[in-house]
């Protein structure tokens, strides 16, 4: 069955950096495109990321361009999130979502758990 299981956030002060990461299985890891997609307290789904299948196509937000980079390493089945210069305004819940970048939800046919980030001092 297919699985997406989130790692890596936590609490970091305004500035600080995290990487999250995805580990993916039950699919064709390297077949298909991957996004980032997190949701803020109180507000909808927005979309952050999208890397191309054998990661040479890169699509970012706006709110988070130049400071987030996504990443995959297809040998590992693992999807990357590195995030720098964090802003209260990213405190979110972070999904890895399988799809490409800013479609519908129902493009994403699978997510996983999610995993919290707060930016805070």
């Known amino acids: 069955q297919v699985q997406l299981v989130e790692s890596g956030g936590g609490l970091v002060q305004p500035g600080g950096s995290l990487r999250l990461s995805c580990a993916a299985s039950?699919?064709?890891?390297?077949?298909?495109?991957m996004s980032w997609v997190r949701q803020a307290p109180g507000k909808g789904l927005e979309w952050v990321s999208a890397?191309?299948?054998?990661?040479?196509?890169?699509t970012y937000a706006d709110s988070v361009k130049g400071r987030f980079t996504i990443s995959r390493d297809n040998a590992k089945n693992t999807l990357y999130l590195q995030m720098n210069s964090l802003k209260p305004e990213d405190t979110a819940v972070y999904y890895c979502?399988?799809?490409?970048?800013?479609?519908?939800?129902?493009?994403?046919?699978?997510w996983g758990q999610g995993t919290q980030v707060t930016v805070s001092s």
């Open positions: 979502a399988k799809g490409p970048y800013h479609s519908p939800w129902a493009t994403y046919d699978y």
């Open positions: 039950g699919f064709t890891f390297s077949s298909y495109a």
């Open positions: 890397l191309d299948g054998d990661g040479g196509t890169t």
